[in-house]
């Protein structure tokens, strides 16, 4: 433990960062136990500490104090695995919001008799409220009408001037962690897609380098060319969309309908040549699942050439 404090104070003080912060159940291990995992940014690259917690008290330090952004990563550990920052500030829920049994923990191995779990109803949490003449409060969500994060968010108002915005977030953990530990390292990578859908190319690509990493294997020139032609194909299709959003936005429905226009022939271009829409299960270990022949590359290249004209 006094080894993970010092490593984060060298960290602060040689300008790194944490990247990321998560806990781990080694119940499976021999010696069982669980484990806090951090990932550090240094110039040096990526460095990885794994400090063992035992499974009667799993407790570690506080990194919040020398990382703001690790409040809510240990939130989330303390949600998803049951480990404890000890002496953390903020302790209240982050992913769970009532959903599971309180005995319960989503990443844990679950033993096989769940009759003993107690139910929940959803919960509250403390927040600043916003009270006095002509204040009101609306809610908005956890659902919205569109692809974007779930979120609860709470507009304490006066008219039409925000007093307060109340975030609540974390809806979108779906159970994906755990999932990832059923499946077969070389199936994994169709999940890693559908995480979330307009960035398919990016999730399932970033699976695969963890993956190629982890086993020392090379990727052929040709695939990694691929790879990068299929990720800036959705790049490409999602800044379309969002241009039009942007339009939309500003009551310039004409802007909307073109990029939306040109967005739609980019996602034919990509069915066409490579035989998605959305170019899901392109990318897998160790290269691609797809090619592109010479037919496929000038109708690519005649799109840019098109796009381009219009959009300028």
Known sequence: ADAWLAAARAVGAADGRLVALWGADHGWREGGGFAASAAYALAEGLVWLELGLPAD???YPDL??????????QRAAADLVGIVAIGARDTRPWLDHGAWPADRFPLHDQPADESSATTRTAIDYPFVRVAGDGVHEIPVGPVHAGIIEPGHF???VVGEKVLRLEERLGYAHKGIEKRFGELAPLDAHRLAGRVSGDSTVAYAWAFCMALESAIGADIPPRAQWLRALLLER????NHLGDLGALANDAALAFGL????????DWLRVSNEVFGHRWLMDCIAPGG???????????????QCEATLREAT
Request: aromatic share 6%.
């Open 64 to 73: 919040s104090q020398h990382f703001h952004c690790a409040a809510r990563m």
């Open 288 to 302: 691609t699942a797809v090619d592109v022949d010479a037919g496929g590359a000038a109708r690519i290249d005649a």
């Open 57 to 59: 008290a799993p407790g």
């Open 154 to 156: 709470r507009f304490s």
């Open 234 to 237: 959705e790049r490409v299709a």
């Open 257 to 264: 309908a073109q990029f939306s226009r040109l967005r739609e």
